[in-house]
């Protein structure tokens, strides 16, 4: 199957790196590389580019593409590696970075993936299929308990409970071993009156975040990026649901403090000192004309950020 992937907001992202002639920059997740496209367009020919993913089939699809591309490294790993990538490659600051943190196209369009939960497949949602750990350990293995607590937190999915029960009741007659068998559970739990989508679209979506521990790397990560950006580097992340946006929101606001002193003191003891200015005071969000070409793109927002 070829990979393709549509790159949300992929001109206002870019935009904000205000890519310079000479720059380094990092795109953290390649995906089907047209963020890590459009920078090597702005670059000329000139500085560098890394681009990072876990997925070995867009890694694949990056060899490929980008044949012959003497300015550009490909590096198969998690984005949570950055400070070793750059430490590995010999590189200290760079003048800017990017982070899309949905899920490809291409991975939600691969049926054996098992991302979808319109399609049947075995449970797999691994970003990086060298890894292990599957969503078939998840829904077979997870007590009723913390399968209610993922549901809930990373799902933000009311029916939690129900589902959770559901689920332990029928692997105690064989394993859960494909989507269309979740499906069919989920489906069973959540009342048909309501109107948030499909069933099983919340649930999907808690059980990918925990095999890929998407939301435990976004903080760090993005602290890290900020402590290699040279004065004057600039960050553009591009989140898709709330949880996401909440994270990068608040580790913006963090870096962008100054004292943290109570405030009846006289004077500052602290020391601390604001790391970044906030490009975007409110997130950027896709134009209409985009939401009207790609329908995955509508809940997608942009936060930039630049070292002071």
Not at 10 to 24: H, P, T
Not at 200 to 219: C, D, H, P, S, W
Request: with cysteine; hydrophobic share 35%; glycine share 8%.
């Amino acid at each position: 199957m070829e990979y393709k992937h549509y790159s949300v907001m992929l001109k206002e992202s870019v935009d904000f790196l205000d890519v310079k002639d000479g720059g380094i920059y990092v795109d953290c997740t390649l995906g089907g590389g047209g963020h890590t496209n459009e920078i090597l367009l702005r670059l000329n020919g000139t500085g560098r580019i890394i681009a990072i993913d876990r997925d070995p089939a867009a890694i694949k699809n990056a060899e490929i593409r980008f044949a012959g591309v003497d300015n550009l490294t490909v590096v198969h790993s998690s984005f949570d590696r950055f400070d070793e990538i750059l430490d590995e490659l010999k590189i200290d600051l760079i003048d800017g970075a990017i982070i899309d943190l949905g899920i490809s196209s291409y991975q939600i369009d691969t049926p054996e993936r098992g991302f979808s939960y319109m399609q049947n497949a075995p449970l797999d949602m691994r970003m990086d299929s060298s890894e292990i750990f599957t969503a078939y350990n998840i829904v077979n293995e997870y007590s009723e308990n913390e399968l209610v607590k993922i549901f809930f937190e990373y799902g933000e999915e009311k029916f939690a409970r129900r589902i959770a029960a559901a689920i332990v009741s029928e692997r105690a007659k064989k394993p859960v071993e494909t989507t269309a068998e979740l499906v069919g559970i989920i489906s069973g739990c959540v009342p048909k009156f309501d109107k948030s989508g499909h069933p099983a679209k919340r649930t999907f979506q808690a059980i990918r975040i925990e095999v890929n521990n998407e939301l435990g790397q976004i903080g760090p990560t993005l602290r890290s990026i900020v402590d290699r950006l040279k004065s004057g580097g600039n960050i553009s992340v591009i989140s898709f649901h709330s949880l996401e946006d909440t994270i990068v929101k608040k580790v913006f606001a963090g870096l962008g403090v100054g004292c943290i002193c109570p405030k009846d003191f006289p004077v500052c003891v602290c020391g601390n000192k604001p790391k970044i200015k906030l490009l975007t005071k409110k997130p950027v969000i896709p134009s209409e004309e985009e939401n009207n070409e790609n329908t995955r793109s509508h809940s997608a927002k942009l936060r930039a950020a630049t070292r002071i």
